[in-house]
């Protein structure tokens, strides 16, 4: 497996497990910051490296009339002071080729959306970067299939890629995980990480927004530490019921310490 740098940061077999985690947008500086600042204190208490994550624009919302975010100018004014303040890498999706190089100047991480994972010129700009990429798996996609996004950022001279599982359409409204997409990506070379939060979202389940089972991220989380990860990715937040964005599926805060112990302890057994 090739290991990834991420920041200061190794990624891959025989490493700690990553925890990318925060809120799904970032709601202004002092909650994002809030958010941060609580995560990272667990993280550092259980020993995980941690990346900071928060979308400025979450440009695929149901909705017209739905928060997006503040956007790509201050957005990554609020993720450089971000990562100034709690001392972490962070990371943060693009959806339009541009954004890639202005991104890339101030985080760690270019994340591409499950939606857009086919989308040649969006994942070539990232690549190009030569920053790490996170390309989270489409809800359409067999996991093999994602040997052609690798293609394609190996093409564009980068090798520093995460894989990201979310979950696969399943009829309508409804995600499901098959646990040996983590297996098979990994076998194509690079580290894996299981969104733990998303595969419990219910697309466009509330009408004008999406729905989810948070309830279940736990199970998610553990059921993917059991088959083998190289990190978790959680959406957190202190209060997910005022969260504007996915707040259903997100993990509360309090919540937190005690999932990332179960996980961490089947990490360990998993990794002998």
């Given at each position: 497996?090739?290991?990834?740098?991420?920041?200061?940061?190794?990624?891959?077999?025989?490493?700690?497990?990553?925890?990318?985690?925060?809120?799904?947008?970032?709601?202004?500086?002092?909650?994002?910051?809030?958010?941060?600042?609580?995560?990272?204190?667990?993280?550092?208490?259980?020993?995980?490296?941690?990346?900071?994550?928060?979308?400025?624009?979450?440009?695929?919302?149901?909705?017209?009339?739905?928060?997006?975010?503040?956007?790509?100018?201050?957005?990554?004014?609020?993720?450089?002071?971000?990562?100034?303040?709690?001392?972490?890498?962070?990371?943060?999706?693009?959806?339009?080729?541009?954004?890639?190089?202005?991104?890339?100047?101030?985080?760690?991480?270019?994340?591409?959306?499950?939606?857009?994972?086919?989308?040649?010129?969006l994942?070539?700009?990232?690549?190009?970067?030569?920053?790490?990429?996170?390309?989270?798996?489409?809800?359409?996609?067999?996991?093999?299939d994602?040997?052609?996004?690798?293609?394609?950022?190996?093409?564009?001279?980068?090798?520093?890629?995460?894989?990201t599982?979310?979950?696969?359409?399943?009829?309508?409204?409804?995600?499901?995980?098959?646990?040996?997409?983590?297996?098979?990506?990994?076998?194509?070379?690079?580290?894996?990480?299981?969104?733990?939060?998303?595969?419990?979202?219910?697309?466009?389940?509330?009408?004008?927004?999406?729905?989810?089972?948070?309830?279940?991220?736990?199970?998610?989380?553990?059921?993917?530490?059991?088959?083998?990860?190289?990190?978790?990715?959680?959406?957190?937040?202190?209060?997910?019921?005022?969260?504007?964005?996915?707040?259903?599926?997100?993990?509360?805060?309090?919540?937190?310490?005690?999932?990332?112990?179960?996980?961490?302890?089947?990490?360990?057994?998993?990794?002998?």
């Amino acid at each position: 497996m090739n290991l990834v740098k991420v920041a200061n940061y190794t990624v891959g077999a025989g490493q700690p497990l990553l925890l990318i985690a925060g809120p799904c947008v970032l709601e202004g500086y002092e909650r994002s910051l809030l958010i941060g600042r609580r995560t990272k204190a667990i993280a550092e208490e259980l020993g995980l490296p941690y990346v900071f994550k928060a979308s400025f624009d979450k440009a695929n919302r149901s909705s017209y009339a739905s928060f997006r975010g503040p956007g790509l100018k201050e957005g990554l004014a609020i993720l450089a002071q971000i990562k100034k303040d709690l001392q972490v890498p962070v990371i943060t999706d693009i959806h339009e080729p541009y954004q890639a190089e202005e991104a890339a100047q101030v985080v760690d991480v270019l994340q591409i959306p499950a939606f857009l994972c086919r989308q040649t010129d969006l994942v070539w700009a990232a690549a190009k970067t030569g920053k790490a990429v996170n390309v989270k798996k489409g809800q359409f996609l067999a996991p093999w299939d994602m040997k052609n996004v690798i293609k394609k950022v190996e093409e564009a001279g980068n090798k520093n890629l995460l894989l990201t599982e979310r979950g696969s359409s399943f009829g309508y409204n409804t995600l499901v995980t098959d646990m040996r997409g983590l297996a098979i990506m990994r076998e194509l070379g690079y580290p894996v990480v299981m969104d733990a939060t998303h595969s419990v979202q219910i697309p466009g389940g509330q009408g004008t927004s999406s729905g989810g089972q948070s309830q279940y991220v736990p199970h998610m989380a553990r059921a993917a530490a059991a088959v083998g990860i190289d990190g978790l990715f959680l959406e957190v937040h202190d209060d997910p019921s005022q969260a504007l964005s996915d707040g259903p599926n997100m993990v509360k805060l309090d919540d937190l310490k005690k999932l990332l112990q179960d996980v961490i302890a089947i990490d360990k057994i998993v990794r002998g």
